[in-house]
T-cell receptor
């Protein structure tokens, strides 16, 4: 399978804990995106990378959130000091370039107790 | 501000009936447009995309969409719905300059009656 993969698929954590999610994009794609989706809503943009450079961050991405793509391949999204409001599906997508269609992974569902 | 609107939150159709899901966009310039489908607990699967040219685009699973510039719309259609089409459908727009992030509509949940 050469699609976008995300791990873990589900994460349950207690408020105040740190969590980290991983995304492996389609191998030839140089753009990687993170979105957050809450129940009954469409995905909302968080941030994106071109190769290893993080080019844009949404104002939704508070200081507790950090994303990296160290070698321009996989990416990690870390949330520090989780809050109940962070409970959501976190989706990763990749594309060949900025104006190409984005292909999504299965998502990581985060539940903060 | 840029936005994508899907006016119908829920739609119910009978199996074999035709389907049309509405999508309207508000952008300074015509964006690239996409339809995605999401099954429960899953990621989004690309159904079709419109960049330019022919305003009627064909996608996977028998879906098609028509771009109408005068109405700022990009409606998704299927002539005959199958029970397996029950899912949530999202319209998305991508600006062609500046930022390269999608703006999604809030989605339309499709229920198919046997």
């Amino acid at each position: 399978d050469t699609g976008v993969s995300q791990n873990p698929r589900h994460k349950i954590t207690k408020r105040g804990q740190n969590v980290t999610f991983r995304c492996d994009p389609i191998s030839e794609h140089n753009r990687l995106y993170w979105y957050r989706q809450t129940l009954g809503q469409g995905p909302e943009f968080l941030t994106y990378f071109q190769n290893e450079a993080q080019l844009e961050k949404s104002r939704l991405l508070s200081d507790r959130f950090s994303a990296e793509r160290p070698k321009g391949s996989f990416s990690t999204l870390e949330i520090q000091r989780t809050e109940q409001g962070d409970s959501a599906m976190y989706l990763c997508a990749s594309s060949l370039d900025g104006l190409a269609a984005q292909y999504f992974g299965p998502g990581t569902r985060l539940t903060v107790l | 501000a840029q936005s994508v609107t899907q006016p119908d939150i829920h739609i119910t159709v009978s199996e074999g009936a035709s389907l049309e899901l509405r999508c309207n966009y508000s952008y300074g310039a015509t964006p690239y447009l996409f339809w995605y489908v999401q099954s429960p607990g899953q990621g989004l699967q690309l159904l079709l995309k419109y960049f330019s040219g022919d305003t009627l685009v064909q996608g996977i699973k028998g879906f098609e969409a028509e771009f109408k510039r005068s109405q700022s719309s990009f409606n998704l259609r299927k002539p005959s719905v199958h029970w397996s089409d029950a899912a949530e459908y999202f319209c998305a727009a991508l600006g062609t300059s500046g930022t390269y992030k999608y703006i999604f509509g809030t989605g339309t949940r499709l229920k198919v009656l046997a």
